[in-house]
Nanobody, 126 residues
Framework: QVQLVESGGGLVQAGGSLRLSCAAS????????MGWFRQAPGKERQFVAS????????YSANFAKGRFTISRDNAKNTLYLQMNSLKPEDTALYYC???????????????????WGQGTQVTVSS
């Protein structure tokens, strides 16, 4: 139903900012609940943030609160993650994902999402 492509990753120094984008194909983007996950080498995939279909509700992991902001533009079929005050421990491959159903909580599971992008690398230097 949907194909996802992340972009916007790169190398940034500690304290800096990046904005990640996730472009969705087709005209059904607005039907999906969307989330961001990340995975560092040797670690499990980790929930970052999620957003409802019409942006009415958002959830974020504890490490992301106050630093990361998730948003979406359904007219542009695009999901965003604004990341500020980046830390070296934020270094990871960041994925966007789509779910057919509404999700809640600050520790959502990758298994609850149905579609995934290929990931974009974020590296934060100290």
């Amino acid at each position: 139903q949907v194909q996802l492509v992340e972009s916007g990753g790169g190398l940034v120094q500690a304290g800096g900012s990046l904005r990640l984008s996730c472009a969705a194909s087709g005209r059904t983007f607005g039907n999906y609940y969307m989330g961001w996950f990340r995975q560092a080498p040797g670690k499990e995939r980790q929930f970052v943030a999620s957003i409802s279909r019409s942006s009415g509700s958002t959830y974020s992991a504890n490490f992301a609160k106050g630093r990361f902001t998730i948003s979406r533009d359904n007219a542009k079929n695009t999901l965003y993650l604004q990341m500020n005050s980046l830390k070296p421990e934020d270094t990871a491959l960041y994925y966007c994902a789509a779910s057919r159903y509404y999700r809640t909580g600050s520790d959502q599971a990758p298994s609850d999402y149905d579609y995934w992008g290929q990931g974009t690398q974020v590296t934060v230097s100290s």
